[in-house]
């Protein structure tokens, strides 16, 4: 028994010396990727759930967030797919929900607003 534990850490041992550790450097550069993809992901959590007013998708300020909003879900959709049609399907959906919102939702007092979640609940407490 205790002639198979020692072979054991021996073999461990063995494996352990075969791992390639990352350098002090990579380790930084590393960390500092996962902090900022971190930030980046908290603002926009806290951009499309947190916020109940803007933007108001029927003024100029929509306008001004949908089309890049577009433009970015195409460039994406087409890297990862490689084919320009179906990304452009794919980026056509935001400003297809927005203009099914404006039309069914048609209260010029109470016009869409949000983004996300919070729009997702201004449509089921109208």
Same mark, same amino acid.
């Given at each position: #028994?205790?002639?198979?534990?020692?072979?054991?850490? &021996?073999?461990?041992?063995?494996?352990? &010396?075969?791992? @390639?550790?990352?350098?002090?450097?990579?380790?930084? @550069?590393?960390?500092?990727?996962?902090?900022?993809?971190? *930030?980046?992901?908290? %603002?926009? $959590?806290?951009?499309?759930?947190?916020?109940?007013?803007?933007?108001?998708?029927? @003024? %100029?300020?929509? *306008?001004?967030? #949908?089309?890049? $909003?577009?433009?970015? =879900?195409?460039?994406? @959709?087409? =890297?990862?797919?490689?084919?320009?049609?179906?990304? $452009?399907?794919?980026?056509?959906?935001?400003?297809?929900?927005?203009?099914? $919102? *404006?039309?069914?939702?048609?209260?010029?007092?109470?016009?869409? #607003?949000?983004?996300?979640?919070?729009?997702?609940?201004?449509?089921?407490? &109208?």
């Amino acid at each position: #028994m205790i002639a198979q534990i020692k072979k054991y850490i &021996q073999e461990t041992q063995l494996e352990w &010396q075969k791992v @390639s550790k990352p350098d002090r450097k990579e380790v930084q @550069s590393n960390t500092l990727v996962v902090l900022v993809a971190c *930030a980046c992901l908290g %603002l926009f $959590l806290w951009f499309v759930d947190g916020n109940t007013t803007f933007p108001n998708w029927r @003024s %100029l300020h929509g *306008a001004v967030v #949908m089309v890049p $909003l577009i433009v970015a =879900v195409f460039l994406i @959709s087409r =890297v990862i797919l490689q084919r320009w049609r179906t990304a $452009l399907l794919i980026s056509i959906v935001p400003l297809a929900f927005v203009l099914l $919102l *404006a039309y069914f939702f048609n209260d010029p007092d109470q016009p869409p #607003m949000g983004f996300g979640m919070s729009l997702l609940r201004w449509i089921f407490t &109208q």
